[in-house]
């Protein structure tokens, strides 16, 4: 049995107001027998979702006591993901993959049973019980709203929670699809003895399908009884009229009067079948559903395989995608090697002797310091120009990463999904892009130049690095961004910073240069490659070009570790902490 005690929730105000804080949900004391589905009606902004969500433990309540089969939800030990299933208001599902590889995905996620004799069993019952077996291979992006909210319920049903929780899962949908999943709920509520079901929703139309109706008022619950009762309750005609009775009278009046009366209307609710008759019932019936021990969460390695697999096949499918990454790591270098199609000259040493015509020294001189000048320009700009594009296709790479999936992301988190197996699987992910756009730019670049001066190796490992550090950054910025769209230009902002600030094109002021090159990784690729021509006549020619003080390769390297341990902990922080709607 699910049952709430005086749940209220405070949560602070929002700017500007003159309050301090508000309250979302005030008073809420229900009991919910098993083998139950309820409907949470109300107008909108009366608390619903909240209240749901407040069941769920998305948020924590502030006032009262929560137990599910006498187990406080609050002091105690929290649902175990096996045996809550949640169905959010959006998609919790990836465009690109079809409905079965979806299912199984999350049974792989949530379950060990992949592998198993029980799976393919398994996953039939679940596409026959909603209504999907015959949308096995229909890819999510093809769906209609009515099979996408199917899905949604078939994704919670593979850990046969015995709690679920819909929210809003038939709003916006026609009246036959309207009615085809209340009756789906209706079915997963019985088959299940020890299941509670709860959905929220706007609709009035089709309660007499639910066992019970909530109303909720302003944060306050103002009746919760048998459908048939819910006119009476409110003196209307019609269960559509309820809405506008609930605004001729106060919200704190609505509650003190179904306290008063809330005894009466509860009692009904038990007296088809005491919880004391069922349970004796469970006992003695052999053949009486026995309560399933919840499925246990699979190791965090196999949650990394799980995802990693998942992405991978997405990524396939995303032709867009294929191709801009085709046309950045084929047309990137061309662009870079464009600016030195006649090559790089070998720079000679000014013979030290000095001429006697004058004339004729002063013209041998002035052609060195130009032979110079034009060797150090192209030699540190076509470094630079490496560097810069690199930390553009790995800003292309993360910006949208975790921001384009957060709410899946979070609705997998809530079901056992690992933060930790999700940070690796991405950091596997993207480091291949990392290796095969950075490498194959300084290969290409080293092959049609004819070999820029310095240590291949060295320059190599500073433009994967470059990569690794700006790909952190933005995955970072990814998964601490509210929409793909804020993180996108996050890290277009980012990358834009990159070359004015480098000091490779202008020189900062000293006080200045100290307080941004940390922060600047193109700078320390940039420098750290140039240094490691210091063994080379170009090194001088390079000095000449710029005032900017160059690091030792090593040095280079440690900072844009640092970057990278930096990036990485944003996105452990930003993908473990909430963002739902």
């Not at 599902?93 to 590889?101: I, R, S, W």
């Not at 053949?287 to 991978?312: G, I, K, N």
């Not at 013209?363 to 030699?379: P, T």
């Not at 277009?492 to 990159?498: A, D, E, P, S, T």
Request: net charge negative.
């Amino acid at each position: 049995m699910l049952e709430a005690f005086n749940v209220g929730l405070e949560v602070d105000a929002p700017p500007g107001s003159e309050q301090e804080s508000v309250h979302l949900l005030r008073e809420v004391s229900l009991r919910v027998p098993q083998g139950h589905l309820m409907a949470i009606v109300g107008p909108s902004g009366c608390g619903k979702t909240t209240l749901l969500k407040v069941i769920a433990g998305i948020q924590e309540q502030t006032e009262g006591d929560l137990k599910w089969e006498d187990r406080d939800l609050k002091e105690e030990e929290d649902l175990h993901p096996g045996e809550l299933g949640y169905v959010p208001q959006f998609s919790v599902a990836h465009d690109l993959l079809t409905v079965e590889e979806c299912i199984a995905s999350s049974m792989a996620l949530r379950t060990q049973l992949p592998g198993t004799d029980d799976f393919e069993p398994k996953l039939d019952h679940i596409l026959n019980v909603t209504g999907l077996a015959d949308l096995a291979e229909r890819r999510v992006k093809v769906l209609s709203g009515g099979q996408k909210r199917r899905l949604g319920l078939a994704l919670e049903l593979v850990t046969n929670p015995c709690l679920l929780l819909c929210d809003e899962v038939t709003s916006g949908l026609d009246p036959k699809s309207e009615t085809e999943i209340t009756e789906l709920l209706r079915v997963l509520a019985r088959e299940n003895k020890r299941r509670v079901v709860i959905n929220v929703t706007h609709s009035l139309a089709s309660l007499e399908a639910f066992d019970s109706v909530l109303v909720m008022y302003q944060g306050r619950l103002v009746y919760h009884g048998a459908p048939k009762l819910l006119t009476h309750y409110f003196t209307v005609e019609h269960a559509e009229e309820v809405y506008l009775r609930l605004t001729q009278r106060d919200a704190q009046e609505w509650h003190e009067s179904w306290t008063k009366k809330r005894s009466y209307y509860e009692a009904m609710l038990f007296e088809s079948k005491p919880a004391a008759e069922e349970a004796a019932q469970a006992e003695t019936d052999p053949d009486a559903p026995h309560p399933l021990a919840p499925e246990e969460l699979p190791s965090m390695m196999s949650q990394v395989f799980t995802l990693l697999h998942r992405r991978w096949t997405i990524f396939r499918r995303d032709r867009g995608q294929v191709g801009l990454h085709l046309a950045m790591l084929i047309g990137f270098p061309l662009l870079v090697v464009i600016f030195a199609l006649d090559g790089i000259k070998p720079l000679k040493q000014l013979n030290q002797r000095q001429e006697t015509d004058i004339v004729y020294e002063m013209q041998r001189q002035a052609q060195h310091q130009f032979d110079q000048l034009q060797a150090g320009g192209i030699v540190s700009g076509l470094i630079m120009l490496q560097v810069v594009l690199v930390t553009l296709m790995a800003s292309n790479n993360a910006a949208r990463e975790i921001a384009g999936e957060r709410l899946i992301l979070e609705r997998e988190k809530l079901g056992g999904l690992s933060t930790l197996a999700y940070l690796i699987s991405k950091v596997l992910f993207l480091g291949v892009f990392v290796l095969a756009q950075s490498v194959w730019m300084g290969v290409f670049v080293d092959m049609v130049v004819g070999g820029l001066p310095g240590d291949l190796m060295v320059k190599l490992m500073l433009l994967v690095l470059a990569s690794a550090a700006m790909t952190s950054i933005c995955l970072g910025i990814s998964a601490l961004s509210r929409t793909p769209e804020k993180a996108t230009i996050l890290s277009i902002y980012l990358v834009g910073f990159q070359l004015p600030l480098s000091g490779a094109v202008l020189t900062l002021p000293d006080w200045l240069e100290g307080a941004v090159n940390p922060f600047i990784a193109a700078f320390w690729a940039w420098s750290g490659s140039l240094r490691s021509m210091s063994d080379t006549a170009f090194y001088d020619a390079v000095k000449k070009v710029t005032d900017t003080s160059l690091v030792s390769p090593e040095l280079a390297a440690f900072v844009l570790l640092a970057h990278v341990v930096i990036g990485l902990s944003m996105t452990y922080v930003g993908s473990k902490g909430s963002q739902w709607e």
